[in-house]
């Protein structure tokens, strides 16, 4: 089992755990208290109760207890997530309007679908050439933004074999939802394979430094969305080519149906 | 203004000043009728950008493409976010009802700068107007989400600048009712009303008001570079002009953390009013509350990092916000553990503001309560930026402030209109009301621990069971919003007449005629009790006849200078 994801799911159990405790009980003095102490059971209330210094140290002690155990439960996990193990392979991730390029150490490029090596520890850079991203692999309980002019880091432990979510989590435009991708965990040998083929994509057609000034894309001058960095290019989104073209981008095909219709 | 005996007479419906019809409104210095204009047009907003949400959980009955395109959706969450946040919720309770109650309930026949008062209401209007402007020229409706995040703010072809414009003007507004608020409560209480006999309505708005002083002018500061940014380049938060994303995130929080107590702090007070009043009896630990307000608003000066504990900020600092943000749950907690011990021993008049109360002790205990699960940074990281972040709020924006409002509506109208309406609808509409909400908002919850990111037009086919529950949830909530204000509208046009007090509330605006004469009291009243005393008077509603003004008990100077 990955250890991120045990402590996280820990720490989000005993969190809940003590919520559903404290909103039961609540809830039930509440209503019990509604009716038991309604004008018909009770016509005369006790005026003097108006407060009392033991039941308000009482409930501050407590859920400070109880809040100082959630925080460390929390960071316990967060310590892990920050604990990169040295020897962690490396994957450098850059977001784009709207799809994720990985590169490896090796110089190979993959876009969306990111190969990675069963029983692993990767470690990831994070960055944006436009405007910010979120890496997000919820299988793994991670996610850390992609900030343009800086770089930020995450890693997990590839556990076990499979085909996992990756999303864009935060808000970066007009495809935002679609900017999604795929870990894909093979058995070391076949990911060797792969990763060590000659690459066929080209890494300059996907990826372009960052444009200055107002980057908006505009319906009239599609063909300056992938142009040179100096230009000052007008993008508004709906008609816009996606940059993506590549056969093994998922998602395109629906990306491209929804263009069609304007 | 006017003076005499007509002004403390005819209720401020229906004086005639210098000013008639519909002039008489629109360049009014009353404290109530501004409170009035106030709440028509926050009404009108929070029903268009209802009617927002609406679509938005239409169009995410099914994946893919349901009953619009991916950049309308994007300006409608923005435009839906941008009107309920600066439009509705943070002027909902003060302007509305604290501009009407506040003087009233601390025995002022005025706030402290009328003038002031009615100018932050045309700048609240003006607001709303860029705001609308902004929709139909430029690029068309802005699509950077409320939070205006650079560098997308700086780069989206939408008429972004005009929304930020909008939305600085409204700050403005903000920071000046927040100003004539805090001198008010300084300067115009009654003779006798110490600070602990004040009622815990004025305490919540006191310190919300400092909020409003205090952070309003960052924000202010914030959306102005992004304009300078805009139109000029200017580098002070584009990565690729040398500038910092992280900056503008830091200092938007700065203000929009604390902005979340200006929500919900004036909410609070409403419940610590609506308890005691159908309790029959004194609030539990009036002075905790009172002062857990104030440790609310200081404390949430200092947590706004747990928004971007994902961003890439320093691992110290995110284990210091943590911190921190578990610390501000403590006297939101220690508010409601009094609030529930009110009802202990009490003698309880069930009805609908009673009703609307206990509902939001729930739904706010649950969004507070989620509150943690955000504040652990290993699950905030997993959750945030996702539906439950969306849960999160929506249970303490809309369950906790939203239906307070609701609450204060039913509670003060038979005060505000001088008229009653039917109890059983407005229960039955609550408990609409309530199953609605779960129903639409509790799904958030596990679609975001699913891993559903938000602000997504489109989403994978394994999310789509919750994503319809939560959209037929919709439908109930609004029945049940449509039906209570079909009851209060109802009530206005038809109901009978409000008696001076028909809740026995022990505060000032109940020993007032409903509605309020023009100058709220004939005489300045003298207080000599604490506000939820319900088995003696703590009041002296007519001081000068009761030979009280000639022994020193002087009407202030203020008060009479104010008006
Ligand atoms: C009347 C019923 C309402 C419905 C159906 C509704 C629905 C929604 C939906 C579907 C979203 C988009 C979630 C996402 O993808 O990120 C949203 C966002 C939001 N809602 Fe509501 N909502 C309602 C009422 C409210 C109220 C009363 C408030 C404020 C008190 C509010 C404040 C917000 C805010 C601030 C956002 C975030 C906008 C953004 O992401 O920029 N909503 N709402
Ligand atoms: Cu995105
Ligand atoms: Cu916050």
């Given amino acids: 089992m990955n250890q991120i994801t045990e402590l996280v799911d820990n720490s989000f159990i005993f969190t809940v755990t003590i919520s559903v405790i404290l909103l039961v009980g609540i809830t039930a003095a509440m209503i019990y208290f509604v009716f038991r102490y309604s004008e018909k059971n009770n016509p005369k209330p006790d005026q003097s109760i108006t407060g009392s210094t033991t039941l308000e140290i009482l409930w501050t002690v407590v859920p400070v207890l109880l809040v100082l155990a959630m925080f460390f439960y929390g960071y316990e996990g967060f310590r892990e997530m920050r604990n990169i193990p040295p020897n962690a392979m490396l994957v450098k991730v850059t977001g784009k309007m709207w799809f994720w390029h990985f590169e490896y150490e090796n110089k190979k490029t993959s876009d969306t679908v990111l190969v990675l090596p069963a029983g692993k520890d990767v470690r990831f850079e994070l960055q944006s050439v436009d405007v910010i991203h979120s890496f997000y692999v919820p299988a793994f309980r991670v996610k850390e933004d992609c900030v343009p002019g800086r770089t930020n880091h995450l890693w997990f432990h590839t556990s076990t074999e499979g085909v996992y979510d990756i999303e864009c989590a935060e808000y970066c435009g007009m495809n935002h939802s679609y900017m999604l991708g795929k870990v894909k965990i093979l058995p070391e040998k076949e990911f060797l394979e792969w990763v060590n083929k000659v690459d066929t994509v080209k890494k300059s057609d996907s990826v372009s430094a960052p444009p200055t000034g107002n980057v908006k894309t505009d319906s009239t001058n599609n063909s300056q969305v992938k142009t040179d960095s100096s230009k000052t290019t007008q993008v508004k989104t709906d008609s816009t080519k996606s940059p993506v073209k590549k056969p093994d981008s998922l998602k395109v095909n629906r990306k491209d149906s929804i263009k069609k219709n304007k | 203004m006017a003076n005499g005996s007509l002004a403390h007479e005819v209720s401020y419906l229906k004086y005639e000043g210098k000013h008639k019809g519909i002039a008489g409104w629109l360049l009014t210095l009353d404290h109530k009728r501004i409170g009035l204009m106030y709440l028509m047009a926050i009404l009108l907003f929070f029903f268009v950008a209802m009617t927002l949400g609406i679509l938005m959980r239409l169009e995410m009955l099914t994946p893919g493409e349901t009953i619009m395109r991916p950049s309308t959706y994007n300006s409608v969450f923005t435009l839906h976010g941008v009107i309920m946040v600066f439009l509705f919720i943070i002027p909902a309770i003060p302007a ?40 139909f020229t430029g690029g068309g409706a802005a699509d950077t989400g409320w939070t205006f995040y650079v560098p997308y703010s700086i780069r989206s072809a939408q008429n972004v600048t005009m929304t930020t414009l909008a939305a600085f003007v409204l700050g403005f507004s903000s920071i000046v009712t927040g100003l004539n608020f805090v001198v008010t409560i300084h300067r115009l209480r009654a003779p006798g009303m110490t600070w602990f006999r004040m009622p815990l309505f004025p305490w919540a708005l006191y310190a919300t008001s400092w909020i409003q002083v205090l952070a309003t002018p960052i924000i202010g500061i914030t959306l102005a570079l992004i304009i300078l940014e805009r139109l000029f380049g200017i580098g002070v938060f584009d990565a690729s002009l040398g500038g910092d994303p992280i900056l503008y995130q830091h200092l938007f929080w700065i203000y929009s953390h604390p902005a979340v107590y200006i929500m919900i702090i004036p909410a609070m ?295």
């Avoid at chain 2, 004194?282 to 440790?295: E, T």
């Avoid at chain 2, 652990?376 to 969306?390: G, P, R």
């Fill in chain 2, 96 to 135: 509305v009802f604290g501009n009407f109650m506040l003087p009233i309930q601390i025995g002022a026949k005025d706030v402290a700068f009328p003038r002031l008062n009615l100018f932050s209401w045309y700048l609240y209007i003006a607001g709303a107007i860029l705001a609308i402007v902004s929709l």
């Fill in chain 2, 269 to 563: 007070g409403v419940v610590s009013e609506i308890l005691p009043t159908f309790s029959r009896k004194d609030i539990f630990g009036y002075k905790q509350i009172a002062i857990s307000s104030l440790g609310i608003a200081l404390i949430g000066y200092l947590v706004w990092g747990h928004h971007m504990f994902v961003s890439g900020m320093s691992d110290a600092s995110r284990v210091v916000f943590s911190l921190l943000t578990f610390l501000v749950a403590i006297p939101t907690g220690v508010k409601i553990f009094n609030w529930v011990a009110t009802l202990y021993k009490a003698s309880i008049k069930f009805s609908a503001p009673l009703y609307y109360v206990l509902a939001f002790i729930f739904i706010f205990s649950i969004g507070g309560l989620t509150g943690l699960v955000l504040g652990a940074l290993s699950t905030d990281i997993h959750v945030t930026d996702t539906y439950f972040v969306v849960g999160h709020f929506h249970y303490v924006m809309f369950g906790g402030m939203g239906i307070m409002f609701f609450a204060t509506m039913h509670y003060w109208f038979p005060k505000v209109f001088g008229k009653m309406y039917s109890e059983k609808i407005a229960i039955i509409a609550c408990t609409v009301i309530i199953i609605g909400f779960n129903m639409l908002y509790f799904p958030f919850f596990i679609l975001g621990y699913m891993g559903m990111p938000r602000r997504y037009y489109d989403y994978l086919p394994q999310f789509q069971g919750w994503h319809v529950l939560s959209t037929v949830g919709s439908w109930v909530l609004v029945s049940g919003i449509v039906f209570m204000f079909g009851n209060l509208l109802y009530a206005l046009l038809k109901g009978p007449k409000a008696p001076m007090n028909p809740w026995g509330g022990t505060t000032l605006e109940w020993k007032v005629p409903s509605p309020p004469p023009l100058e709220n009291f004939e005489e300045i009243p003298v207080v000599t009790g604490g506000p939820y005393v319900h088995d003696k008077p703590t009041y002296i509603m007519h001081p000068g006849k009761e030979g009280l003004n000639g022994n020193g008990v002087v009407k202030t100077a203020n008060q009479e200078n104010a008006i």
